[in-house]
Every structure is written in structure tokens, then in C-alpha cells.
């Protein structure tokens, strides 16, 4: 019996081979993309799984309530780990980590790079799972001027992994000038892995750092504690115990911040698991860098990515359960035979669950042979390094089981349910009538347009959003600046004037600018306290990027005043202090510029120096000449881009020889901001034209059956004198009543998910209504074209040949 069934399957598939390509097509692009939904998915969910503390690795997170507002942060200061591990038996050991966001210029004879640096603890290798190459774990952080690389920096600098005792140097560093000899290496381990929160190229002992900067102040966090609780800790008990600990120590700090600002702020601390990191940090800023952990993500991306995948593989079984029909009525004769003849319902429908599952199996594996070849464009989309290996671990095929299995009840059982279920006499005497499926199967194609209709609109307001936030006035010039960062603030000035003086005669060069970034902080005017952001520039930043004065003048070196005591701000400054005539107002300034005050010069014109998804903040801008600065800013020549590039890398080993050059375009710098969104503009574009591609399988599926049992009804109207544009009417008249359905779900399903998207961005454009006409249009022309096309062939038919169908 089993070869009977597989020779009327095979036979069935091959004389109807185009819906069988269709089924089998349909289901594989549908299957493709929730593969790579879930191999994304599990990527992310794998993130930091690797180190052998699991479950009981903590980071220390921290809390602070001021003024009303609430902030949390993934890290802690630098007295907290050592003070929680002595007084919390609970906790086995501690590492603390600094980095993530810090680059240094370490150089070993000739060679120099930029390295990606991480100060941290001699428990590291205790506490955190890093392979070691050579050197000993145990020792290798415990000297002041001990390093250990990644494999890849031993390669770079010595093209071979055995150097342990070799030297590296580093002059600009604070730490290294007060160290006063170079860094020896102790240890070489293996390069983080992809899926890793802390990523590093060279590792520093924590003591090292505190040669320059160490600190005893309980209200900073901006560094990450971990800790390895004892296993089966009571988590809230430790909490609570932190924050005991946290109380008792910072009440002196407490007690002066509040004397000194009037508030007083309160302090509280978590516990997060290392393996939560990636998918739920504290706060995502400076590129997702957070106290010293990296690549932060948010499970809402991996939550619409797989919504998406799975709605696109739901279409395309809808267009299976619709074209099994539709073909399987042609078969409706054979089953009344086959049912006269002795065969009992069962075997019938095994024999389409049979067909089904052949078909579902095929789509299987050329959904994995799809998935195979697009998964390198997949990686670079999605900012993943997933290798085809990962496509056959356990879970994965798993999960691919579990669908195929699903998919045959979902996509073969109705079908083979349905058709099984024909009496001979309603077959043998033409009286088959699929009434009741069609309006079933129009609720499907509905619910297909719906998702196709949004998914078009949401691709309108992605791009419309991109395309404003390109073109947006930010309130200066980017183009053609080049921001280059330089070694050793303290010096900066001087750096300044070198390079001043190697590129005074050049053509390519125009302007270049000092300045320097000093993060948000306190400021006083009129005895009122406001938040600001600090940036050091000087006379010629705002003349090289177009900024506008909107009242009072530049800083000059005319003014001798001007370097220490001169400051522009910007509007939101103004406006926040609550001035009416700025100019000329003084600003009490946070105390590291000094307790000095500074006298308001200019305004500036408000300018977006941040992301187009947070409001302009208030800007404090002081002179460099006083303050320094870490960046310079070039304008160059635009018609000869290269030639000024490689003027200003000239310059650069010329002036600072010790360090690494490298340099950002200042409109690239912006446009990384939106790295993420663009990256889901392309993928929402994608499945917009995969799902409309879904639909017309889906109409083509539907009008099919719908033909077929019109075939004599056609005849009849072509005898009658119907033409073919009367026939194109009367059966697109259906289904222009399920889009005209779709459409109205559509709209508003779309304005409400786009609305809370474009809530994200502090500026943005108006919902641009305008795109429901469009995605309707569009809707409308795809179903005049496959069902008009299908209507267009019935009309061309012979009305004999139609008569003579039943």
C-alpha cells in the first residue's frame, strides 16, 4: 500500500509541478526567513553563556533617585567591589572592569595601535572564563606593569604567539608617565569571543589605573563589579545586604552632597546575571558602552524580527492550504473512485497528509540550503559573525522538526481533511460545491494583504524618517571635517600649533579646530542650578562648522580674558537658566574648570550635537586654549579628499610619532547614530516585497479555485456575448472586496505601531497619512494583475471546451 501511495504522490506532484514549485518555493522563503530569525535569536540569547560562573555571576548595578529622577546604571564605583566582598559572606570573589569605550596608542619599537584597553582586577581570570595561550593565570595580572594581549594583538605586533617577557610601551598615558618603566607582557590568551559583553585587546591590572585616577567616592558608577555569589544565595538577601553596606559607608558623602546642592540622593543597588547583560542593559549610550561591557542589544528587535519571519512563513502556509485545494479539486473524481471502489476516508487523507509532508520536507531543506547561502548576506545586515556550522547544533534542528511537523497539520491537515471528506455521489454527479472554503479561504488571503499592507506602510515611514533625519538642518556644516583624536590632553595646545605648523602652506587644508568633550555637569547662573554639557573649543570651531551667533561675539584672542573666563552657550542653556539678555551673565561653573567664573560672551545658535532622538540639551562651550582637549578637527579640500587624508596622516607621525593615526568623518560619525534603524529599514523593506510576493502565490491560489468552479458559468456568459473585460470584472469583484477589507484593517494597525516608533525620536515628521492611498494603490494594482491576468485566461478559453468541463 505504502508503494501505491508513493507512486500516486510523485505521480500527482509531477503532472501538477508549477503548484507544486509554488507550495514548495512559498514555504522555503517562508521557512528561510524564520531560520534566520532564530539563529539570530538564539545568537543573542548565547551572549556571555560561556564562562564557567554561570549561573552565579553577578554585576553590580546601581540606582539613584535625585531630585525626583530616577537613573540606573550597569556599574558602581571603584570602593564598592572590594568593601561588598569582605562584609557579604555570600559573595566568593569580585572583579571590577574599566573600558569598553577606551582606546590607547601602545607601541612596541616601530609598530603602533590603537588598542582597545581594559583595567581590570588580578580575580579576572578567576572570575570570567578567557582562555589563556601562554603566560600563568594566576600571576599574570599581579604586577603594576604587567599586560596581557588577545592573540590577535600578539600577531600584530610579533606575528607569533610565544612572547611572553616582550615589551610595550606607552608614553601618552597618565598612568604609564607616573609608572616610569615600560609594560611587560605576562600572558597571551585567546581573542574574546563574538558573543562576548566584554571585549578587549589588552589588559591592564586595576592598580595600574589607580596610579592616576583613584577614587573613594561611594556616589559614582561608571565602572562594572562583578561578583560570584556562593550557589543557591538568596539573592535578596545579598540585595539587601548591599544596600546596608552602600548606606553606611556613603553617609558622610551623602550628608556633603546635600549640603552642598540642598538635595539629598538616594542610593540603591542590584543584582543583574552576566548572561541578562546583552539583552537588557542599564542604559544605552556612546554606542551601547556601558560600564565596560559592550554590544547591548534589546529584546524588542529580536521580538519583531521573529514576529515578521513568522507571519511571512504563516502567509505562505496560507497560500498552501489554498493552492492544495484549489489543485486537489481537480482530483475530486478520483477520490469519488477511489472511495467507490472501497477505500475508507482515513487512507485518503493519509494519502494528501502524505503529499503534504513531502512537500514540507522538500521546502525543509531548500530552506536550509537558502538559509546556508544568504547567511553572509544575513551577518553583514544584521551586524552578526553566525557561521553555517551554528545552523546544525541541536536546538536549531530542534526547532526545524517541530515546524515541519507543524507546518503538515497546519498546511496539510485542512486540505486533506476537507477532500477526504467528498461523497461519491456529490463528485461522480458534478454537485462538488467548496462555498463555504472559499469564504474561508478569503479570510486567509485577508489576513495576508493586512500584513502586507502594513508591513508596506511601516517601510513608507522607516524611509521617510531616514531620508528627514539625512536632510535635517543640524544647525552646522559636517561636510568635509575630519575629526582626529590626539594623545595627552595636557598637551593638546602644543600638539595644536605643531600641526599648525606642518600644514600652514597646504591647499587641501583649510581651518583645524581644538576641542574637547567634558560630559554633562553642574552648572550655576543667578543662583539657579541646571545640567549642561561642557566642550572645550576655540576661536575658529564655530567659523569651520557654519555655526550662527545668535547674540554677542566669538571667543578672540584679542580678549585676553577670553581663555579663562569666556564661555558661549547655546540656546537651550538660555533657555533653561531662564535669561532674557545672556550676554554678559555668569556661569558658576562645575568645579573641575576651576573655581573661577565665567562670563557668557555669545549664544549660539542651538545645534544637534547629539542623536535626532533626544532633545537639544544646554551647552556650556569654554576655550581649549585653558582647558585642552583630546580631538582635532580638519576641513579639507572635497576634490581631493585622499591627497588631504594622507597630508594630515603625514602630519600626524610627524608630530606625535608614539601614537596611532586614525580619523572619522564628522557626517559618518553622525550617521552611526542610526546604524540600527537603517539596518531595520532593509530588513523591513525585505519582507514588504517577500510578503507581496506571498500574496499575489496566495490570490493566484484562490482565483484559481474560484475559475475553476465558474468554468461553465464562463461559457455560458461568453455565448451569452459577455466580453473578456466583463469577465475580468466579475471575478476581480471578489477579491477586490478582501483588499478593500485589508485595507481597512490595515490603516489603522499601521498609523498605531509607526506612531510609537516615530514617539522615539524627539524630532520627527508628521505621520505622512498620505501612505495609506499608496499601500493601498499598491495592493489594489498587485491583485489586478494576478487575478485580472487569471481572468484575462478564463475569457480566452473556447466556450465550448467550457461547456463540456463537468
Same mark, same amino acid.
Not at 529622577?69 to 559572606?89: D, L, N, R, Y
Not at 529580536?302 to 496560507?318: C, D, E, K, P
Not at 578672540?556 to 552657550?569: E, T
Given at each position: 500500500?505504502?508503494?501505491?501511495?508513493?507512486?500516486?504522490?510523485?505521480?500527482h506532484?509531477w503532472?501538477?509541478?508549477?503548484?507544486?514549485?509554488?507550495?514548495?518555493?512559498g514555504?522555503?522563503?517562508?521557512?528561510t526567513?524564520?531560520?534566520?530569525?532564530?539563529?539570530?535569536?538564539?545568537?543573542?540569547?548565547?551572549?556571555?553563556?560561556?564562562?564557567?560562573?554561570?549561573?552565579?555571576?553577578?554585576?553590580?548595578?546601581?540606582?539613584?533617585?535625585?531630585?525626583?529622577?530616577?537613573?540606573?546604571?550597569?556599574?558602581?564605583?571603584?570602593?564598592?567591589?572590594?568593601?561588598?566582598?569582605?562584609?557579604?559572606?555570600?559573595?566568593?570573589?569580585?572583579?571590577?572592569?574599566?573600558?569598553?569605550?577606551?582606546?590607547?596608542?601602545?607601541?612596541?619599537?616601530?609598530?603602533?595601535?590603537?588598542?582597545?584597553?581594559?583595567?581590570?582586577?588580578s580575580?579576572?581570570?578567576?572570575?570570567?572564563?578567557?582562555?589563556?595561550?601562554?603566560?600563568n593565570?594566576? /600571576?599574570?595580572?599581579?604586577?603594576?606593569?604587567?599586560?596581557?594581549?588577545?592573540?590577535?594583538?600578539?600577531?600584530?605586533?610579533?606575528?607569533?604567539?610565544?612572547?611572553?617577557?616582550?615589551?610595550?610601551?606607552?608614553?601618552?598615558?597618565?598612568?604609564?608617565?607616573?609608572?616610569?618603566?615600560?609594560?611587560?607582557?605576562?600572558?597571551?590568551?585567546?581573542?574574546?569571543?563574538?558573543?562576548?559583553?566584554?571585549?578587549?585587546?589588552?589588559?591592564f591590572?586595576?592598580?595600574?589605573?589607580?596610579?592616576?585616577?583613584?577614587?573613594?567616592?561611594?556616589?559614582?558608577?561608571?565602572?562594572?563589579?562583578?561578583?560570584?555569589?556562593?550557589?543557591?544565595?538568596?539573592?535578596?538577601?545579598?540585595?539587601?545586604?548591599?544596600?546596608?553596606?552602600?548606606?553606611?559607608?556613603?553617609?558622610?558623602?551623602?550628608?556633603?552632597?546635600?549640603?552642598?546642592?540642598?538635595?539629598?540622593?538616594?542610593?540603591?543597588?542590584?543584582?543583574?546575571?552576566?548572561?541578562?547583560?546583552?539583552?537588557?542593559?542599564?542604559?544605552?549610550?556612546?554606542?551601547?558602552?556601558?560600564?565596560?561591557?559592550?554590544?547591548?542589544?534589546?529584546?524588542?528587535y529580536?521580538?519583531?524580527?521573529?514576529?515578521?519571519?513568522?507571519?511571512?512563513?504563516?502567509?505562505?502556509?496560507?497560500?498552501?492550504?489554498n493552492?492544495?485545494?484549489?489543485?486537489?479539486?481537480?482530483?475530486?473524481?478520483?477520490?469519488?473512485?477511489?472511495?467507490?471502489?472501497?477505500?475508507?476516508?482515513?487512507?485518503?487523507?493519509?494519502?494528501?497528509?502524505g503529499?503534504?509532508?513531502?512537500?514540507?520536507?522538500?521546502?525543509?531543506?531548500?530552506?536550509?540550503l537558502?538559509?546556508?547561502?544568504f547567511?553572509?548576506?544575513?551577518?553583514?545586515?544584521?551586524?552578526?559573525?553566525?557561521?553555517?556550522?551554528?545552523?546544525?547544533?541541536?536546538?536549531?534542528?530542534?526547532?526545524?522538526?517541530?515546524?515541519?511537523?507543524?507546518?503538515?497539520?497546519?498546511?496539510?491537515?485542512?486540505?486533506a481533511?476537507?477532500?477526504?471528506?467528498?461523497?461519491?455521489?456529490?463528485?461522480?454527479?458534478?454537485?462538488?460545491?467548496?462555498?463555504?472554503?472559499?469564504?474561508?479561504?478569503?479570510?486567509?488571503?485577508?489576513?495576508?494583504?493586512?500584513t502586507?499592507i502594513?508591513?508596506?506602510?511601516?517601510?513608507?515611514?522607516?524611509?521617510?524618517?531616514?531620508?528627514?533625519?539625512?536632510?535635517?538642518?543640524?544647525?552646522?556644516?559636517?561636510?568635509?571635517?575630519?575629526?582626529?583624536?590626539?594623545?595627552?590632553?595636557?598637551?593638546?595646545?602644543?600638539?595644536?600649533?605643531?600641526?599648525?605648523?606642518?600644514? /600652514?602652506?597646504?591647499?587641501?587644508?583649510?581651518?583645524?579646530?581644538?576641542?574637547?568633550?567634558?560630559?554633562?555637569?553642574?552648572?550655576?547662573?543667578?543662583?539657579?542650578?541646571?545640567?549642561?554639557?561642557?566642550?572645550?573649543?576655540?576661536?575658529?570651531?564655530?567659523?569651520?562648522?557654519?555655526?550662527q551667533? /545668535?547674540?554677542?561675539?566669538?571667543?578672540?584672542?584679542?580678549?585676553?580674558?577670553?581663555?579663562?573666563?569666556?564661555?558661549?552657550?547655546?540656546?537651550?542653556?538660555?533657555?533653561?537658566?531662564?535669561?532674557?539678555?545672556p550676554v554678559?551673565?555668569?556661569?558658576?561653573?562645575?568645579?573641575?574648570?576651576?573655581?573661577?567664573?565665567?562670563?557668557?560672551?555669545?549664544?549660539?545658535?542651538?545645534?544637534?550635537?547629539?542623536?535626532?532622538?533626544?532633545?537639544?540639551?544646554?551647552?556650556?562651550?569654554?576655550?581649549?586654549?585653558?582647558?585642552?582637549?583630546?580631538?582635532?578637527?580638519?576641513?579639507?579640500?572635497?576634490t581631493?579628499?585622499?591627497?588631504?587624508?594622507?597630508?594630515?596622516?603625514?602630519?600626524?607621525?610627524r608630530?606625535?610619532?608614539?601614537?596611532?593615526?586614525?580619523y572619522?568623518?564628522?557626517?559618518?560619525?553622525?550617521?552611526?547614530?542610526?546604524?540600527?534603524?537603517?539596518?531595520?529599514?532593509?530588513?523591513?523593506?525585505?519582507?514588504?516585497?517577500?510578503?507581496?510576493?506571498?500574496?499575489?502565490?496566495?490570490?493566484?491560489?484562490?482565483?484559481?479555485?474560484?475559475?475553476?468552479?465558474?468554468?461553465?458559468?464562463?461559457?455560458?456568459?461568453?455565448?451569452?456575448?459577455?466580453?473578456?473585460?466583463?469577465?475580468?470584472?466579475?471575478?476581480?469583484?471578489?477579491?477586490?472586496?478582501?483588499?478593500?477589507?485589508?485595507?481597512?484593517?490595515?490603516?489603522?494597525a499601521?498609523?498605531?505601531?509607526?506612531?510609537?516608533?516615530?514617539?522615539?525620536?524627539?524630532?520627527?515628521?508628521?505621520?505622512?497619512?498620505?501612505?495609506?492611498?499608496?499601500?493601498?494603490?499598491?495592493?489594489?494594482?498587485?491583485?489586478?494583475?494576478?487575478?485580472?491576468?487569471?481572468?484575462?485566461?478564463?475569457?480566452?478559453?473556447?466556450?465550448?471546451?467550457?461547456?463540456?468541463?463537468?
Open positions: 500500500m505504502l508503494k501505491t501511495f508513493l507512486k500516486i504522490a510523485f505521480r506532484l503532472r501538477t509541478r508549477i503548484y507544486a514549485f509554488i507550495n514548495i518555493s514555504l522555503a522563503i517562508g521557512l526567513c524564520l531560520l534566520l530569525a532564530t539563529i539570530y535569536i538564539l545568537d543573542e540569547q548565547s551572549f556571555d553563556s560561556f564562562h564557567q560562573n554561570n549561573p552565579d555571576l553577578y554585576r553590580i548595578t546601581t540606582r539613584i533617585k535625585n531630585a525626583g529622577k530616577s537613573e540606573s546604571s550597569g556599574g558602581t564605583g571603584q570602593v564598592q567591589g572590594p568593601a561588598f566582598q569582605s562584609q557579604i559572606p555570600e559573595i566568593r570573589n569580585y572583579a571590577r572592569i574599566m573600558g569598553g569605550d577606551i582606546y590607547g596608542d601602545i607601541r612596541n619599537k616601530s609598530k603602533v595601535f590603537k588598542l582597545q584597553m581594559l583595567f581590570v582586577d580575580t579576572f581570570f578567576e572570575v570570567f572564563t578567557f582562555k589563556i595561550l601562554s603566560g593565570q594566576d /600571576k599574570a595580572l599581579q604586577d603594576v606593569n604587567s599586560v596581557v594581549i588577545t592573540r590577535q594583538t600578539a600577531l600584530k605586533f610579533f606575528g607569533r604567539l610565544d612572547v611572553v617577557g616582550e615589551i610595550l610601551r606607552m608614553s601618552a598615558d597618565p598612568s604609564a608617565q607616573r609608572l616610569g618603566k615600560p609594560l611587560v607582557i605576562t600572558a597571551v590568551v585567546q581573542d574574546p569571543p563574538v558573543n562576548s559583553s566584554i571585549q578587549f585587546d589588552v589588559l591590572p586595576f592598580r595600574f589605573l589607580q596610579l592616576s585616577f583613584e577614587d573613594t567616592n561611594w556616589l559614582n558608577a561608571y565602572l562594572g563589579t562583578f561578583v560570584v555569589l556562593q550557589p543557591h544565595a538568596n539573592l535578596e538577601s545579598v540585595t539587601r545586604r548591599l544596600d546596608q553596606i552602600g548606606k553606611i559607608n556613603a553617609r558622610e558623602q551623602l550628608g556633603q552632597y546635600e549640603k552642598e546642592h540642598g538635595i539629598r540622593p538616594e542610593i540603591s543597588y542590584g543584582l543583574q546575571q552576566i548572561t541578562d547583560i546583552h539583552l537588557n542593559p542599564q542604559e544605552i549610550s556612546n554606542q551601547n558602552r556601558e560600564a565596560g561591557v559592550i554590544n547591548g542589544s534589546r529584546p524588542i529580536s521580538f519583531l524580527f521573529f514576529t515578521v519571519a513568522g507571519f511571512i512563513l504563516f502567509m505562505a502556509s496560507i497560500n498552501f492550504i493552492i492544495s485545494i484549489s489543485a486537489s479539486v481537480r482530483r475530486a473524481r478520483e477520490i469519488g473512485i477511489r472511495k467507490v471502489t472501497g477505500s475508507k476516508r482515513a487512507e485518503i487523507f493519509l494519502q494528501f497528509i503529499e503534504s509532508a513531502f512537500v514540507s520536507l522538500a521546502a525543509c531543506i531548500l530552506a536550509l537558502m538559509t546556508i547561502a547567511l553572509p548576506i544575513f551577518n553583514q545586515l544584521a551586524g552578526k559573525q553566525i557561521v553555517t556550522g551554528s545552523l546544525f547544533q541541536f536546538r536549531l534542528l530542534g526547532w526545524l522538526a517541530f515546524i515541519f511537523l507543524f507546518n503538515i497539520l497546519l498546511s496539510g491537515a485542512y486540505p481533511y476537507l477532500l477526504s471528506g467528498f461523497t461519491p455521489v456529490q463528485v461522480l454527479y458534478g454537485k462538488l460545491q467548496l462555498t463555504g472554503k472559499r469564504a474561508s479561504g478569503s479570510v486567509l488571503v485577508v489576513f495576508q494583504f493586512t502586507a502594513v508591513l508596506g506602510i511601516v517601510s513608507l515611514v522607516f524611509y521617510l524618517q531616514m531620508r528627514f533625519i539625512k536632510t535635517k538642518d543640524l544647525g552646522y556644516n559636517p561636510q568635509e571635517v575630519v575629526k582626529v583624536a590626539i594623545a595627552g590632553s595636557t598637551e593638546s595646545r602644543l600638539i595644536r600649533s605643531n600641526f599648525e605648523s606642518n600644514l /600652514k602652506n597646504n591647499p587641501d587644508i583649510g581651518q583645524l579646530s581644538l576641542t574637547g568633550e567634558f560630559g554633562l555637569r553642574e552648572a550655576k547662573v543667578e543662583g539657579k542650578k541646571l545640567e549642561s554639557y561642557y566642550r572645550t573649543v576655540d576661536e575658529r570651531y564655530l567659523e569651520m562648522l557654519e555655526m551667533l /545668535k547674540t554677542g561675539r566669538n571667543f578672540s584672542q584679542k580678549f585676553k580674558s577670553d581663555p579663562a573666563s569666556a564661555a558661549i552657550v547655546n540656546e537651550a542653556f538660555v533657555k533653561a537658566a531662564g535669561l532674557d539678555h554678559g551673565k555668569i556661569i558658576q561653573a562645575d568645579s573641575h574648570f576651576g573655581e573661577a567664573p565665567f562670563t557668557i560672551i555669545g549664544v549660539v545658535q542651538d545645534f544637534h550635537y547629539a542623536s535626532l532622538k533626544a532633545r537639544i540639551q544646554p551647552l556650556v562651550m569654554l576655550m581649549s586654549d585653558q582647558f585642552g582637549g583630546e580631538t582635532l578637527l580638519f576641513k579639507i579640500n572635497h581631493a579628499r585622499e591627497k588631504a587624508l594622507s597630508d594630515v596622516g603625514a602630519a600626524f607621525h608630530v606625535l610619532p608614539e601614537a596611532a593615526f586614525s572619522t568623518f564628522l557626517d559618518d560619525l553622525n550617521a552611526k547614530e542610526y546604524d540600527q534603524e537603517k539596518k531595520w529599514q532593509v530588513l523591513i523593506s525585505y519582507a514588504t516585497a517577500i510578503s507581496v510576493l506571498v500574496c499575489c502565490l496566495g490570490l493566484f491560489g484562490l482565483a484559481h479555485l474560484a475559475l475553476y468552479q465558474r468554468t461553465k458559468e464562463t461559457g455560458i456568459r461568453l455565448v451569452l456575448g459577455a466580453t473578456a473585460l466583463g469577465i475580468i470584472v466579475l471575478f476581480s469583484r471578489d477579491f477586490f472586496k478582501i483588499i478593500a477589507i485589508a485595507i481597512l484593517i490595515a490603516c489603522p499601521g498609523y498605531y505601531l509607526m506612531n510609537l516608533w516615530l514617539g522615539d525620536f524627539s524630532y520627527r515628521i508628521p505621520f505622512p497619512y498620505w501612505v495609506f492611498p499608496i499601500a493601498g494603490t499598491v495592493a489594489i494594482i498587485v491583485t489586478l494583475l494576478t487575478v485580472g491576468t487569471m481572468g484575462a485566461r478564463a475569457a480566452a478559453v473556447n466556450p465550448a471546451l467550457s461547456l463540456r468541463s463537468e
